[in-house]
């Protein structure tokens, strides 16, 4: 039978597979791609981040590659989301649906107060991070982002992740404008008023907002994870009716 590609997109935390614990079972009903970012390797040392080289790797993703058809649904988390929805905005045919969890779409809200006052803290610390250690720029930008205290990174996998957070471009710096006319939904952990102004700005343009426990990382409750695969099965049912 036939299986609709759902392609996943992780965020700056855990990537590929690990960045989808909850949502590792919809392999069983769909054609599930668990992606890693540009940078994003478990051997390898980290790189500067792309928003271009990631939109490229999803449009990638969702290409004919022998199974029969092209496209499928997107769900991305954080800085993620931003690739996912150039993608959407360049190729709007290959997206049957976007699924955005805490998207940090700075670039669509920059004038909005909750998104303004985010830049106004962290670009300082961007703006010296090439100045700044892995180590350094990782405590600093957790206590700015989520007022926690943070451990020495101490395994080479800590330490790569730390120099991975330190490549990341800023958010409010991605090519993103315009919102993609494909059936969206946003999905937010309640706890951070700049992931709802986000939420909002993208109701408003049409798409649904859900809200479920688990802070920065929704998808990980078992609320955002029924929120998710509902969503994907009713537009994916919704496609299936248009096509016959």
């Known amino acids: 039978m036939f299986k609709q590609r759902v392609v996943f997109v992780h965020g700056a935390g855990p990537f590929g597979a690990a960045a989808w614990l909850r949502q590792h079972g919809m392999a069983l009903t769909y054609d599930a791609l668990f992606l890693r970012r540009h940078g994003f390797d478990p051997v390898a040392e980290p790189v500067e981040s792309s928003f271009s080289v990631d939109t490229a790797i999803i449009l990638r993703s969702l290409a004919d590659d022998g199974r029969g058809a092209a496209g499928g649904h997107v769900v991305a988390h954080a800085e993620g989301a931003i690739a996912a929805m150039m993608a959407a905005v360049e190729r709007p045919e290959l997206v049957y649906s976007l699924t955005l969890v805490e998207p940090a779409c700075l670039s669509l809200t920059a004038e909005l107060p909750a998104t303004a006052a985010h830049r106004a803290l962290m670009q300082p610390l961007f703006d010296v991070r090439h100045q ?72 408003e343009t049409g798409a649904l907002h859900r809200i479920a426990a688990g802070g920065h990382r929704p998808q990980d409750s078992a609320e955002g994870d029924r929120a ?15 096509a016959s």
């Open 228 to 242: 998710i695969r509902s969503f994907i099965a009713d537009v994916g049912r919704s496609r299936s009716v248009q």
């Open 132 to 203: 700044l250690s892995d180590e350094d720029f990782q405590r600093e930008f957790v206590r700015r982002m989520f007022a926690a205290d943070l451990q020495e990174p101490a395994t080479p996998e800590e330490k790569r992740s730390a120099r991975r957070l330190r490549l990341q471009a800023p958010s409010w710096e991605a090519p993103l404008h315009i919102v993609p006319g494909v059936p969206t939904m946003v999905l937010t952990g309640g706890w951070e008023p700049l992931y709802e102004e986000i939420a909002g700005y993208l109701q």
